[in-house]
Structure formats: C-alpha cells, structure tokens
C-alpha cells in the first residue's frame, strides 16, 4: 500500500508552497516527493501515473488523508480505471496514517528544516537529493536496519512480495 500526504513550508521570500509525499509502506521506500504552488487532486494523478511510466503497475491500494486534493473527482475518477483502491483515513486522527507521519516528521527535520529554498526548482532539487540519500543510505530499524532499496533488492524477486520496485 501506498500512503500520499502533502507538507507545507516556504521559500526564502516567505512565499508559500507544498510537497506530495509518496511513501509505499512495505518497504519505506519514498517513491516520490513533489514540489508545487497549490497542488490539486490532477498533480496527485499525475505524480502517480509518473512512478510506472512503462510497466503501468499500480498498487492495489493507496491510503490519503481526507483533505480536498484528495477526495476530487479526478482522483478518484483515476483509480477507478487502473482498479486501485483509495481508503480514507478518519478524519483528524493523523495515527490513521503512521508510516507517512513518521516520514513526514524525518522530512521536515533533515530536509524542510535544514535548507533554504530560493524558487520551487530549487526546493525540488534538493528533495530529490534528500530522498536518494533517504533510499539508498539510511537504515530503518523496521527493515532490519536495511536501507529501503537493500530491502527491495533482497525482496523484491520472492515469490510473495510486496514491494513496489517502480522508481
């Protein structure tokens, strides 16, 4: 399963802007970390039609929180037609989605709290450093002190895995 959650910071003018947070829970690995103005429940579609270009391989499930880019038509309308379930977390209960909210802590104090941001650009740059480093260097204690792509590695040829290898 997949969770999406979106963090809020500023750039250094104090302009405002938001990052989509793509998470699959079975590995911990981050599969996407977007930069946007004001991002809608069409850039969700897009950051998640962007993760499996060529295979097309959706997850059979997502779980979102309950704001309104999430609950739009277009997102929904999406995973009807590539058969993906969306499930809601209760509303205000953000332990209903613990693997993002842990993820989206680990974001905001190594990556949102330690750097400027001069343009949207700039901010993506560097998320994307940051969630390479996060990937293919830190170990998770819940993987067996792996980091998320030695877990996929080791994983993802069992005949009962879990792990969504796109990106």
């Known amino acids: 399963m997949l969770e999406y959650d979106f963090v809020t910071d500023q750039l250094y003018d104090g302009s405002r802007f938001r990052a989509l947070t793509v998470v699959d829970n079975y590995s911990r690995k981050c599969l996407a970390i977007y930069a946007g103005k004001s991002l ?17 391989v959706y ?15 277009v997102l929904d309308k999406w995973a009807y037609e590539n058969n993906v379930e969306l499930t809601f977390s209760r509303p205000g209960k953000p332990t209903g989605n613990p693997f993002i909210e842990s993820f989206n802590g680990s974001f905001r104090d190594e990556c949102l709290n330690t750097n400027w941001f001069f343009s949207l650009e700039d901010a993506q740059e560097k998320f994307d450093i940051w969630r390479e480093d996060y990937n293919g260097f830190r170990p998770h204690s819940s993987l067996g002190d792996m980091s998320p792509n030695e877990y996929i590695e080791i994983n993802e040829n069992s005949s009962d895995s879990l792990v969504m290898t796109s990106t």
């Open 59 to 73: 997850p059979k499930r997502i779980k979102v929180d309950n704001g309104s880019e999430f609950i739009r038509k």
């Open 40 to 56: 809608k429940g069409s850039d969700v579609v897009g950051v998640m039609d962007n993760l499996v270009p060529s295979a097309r």
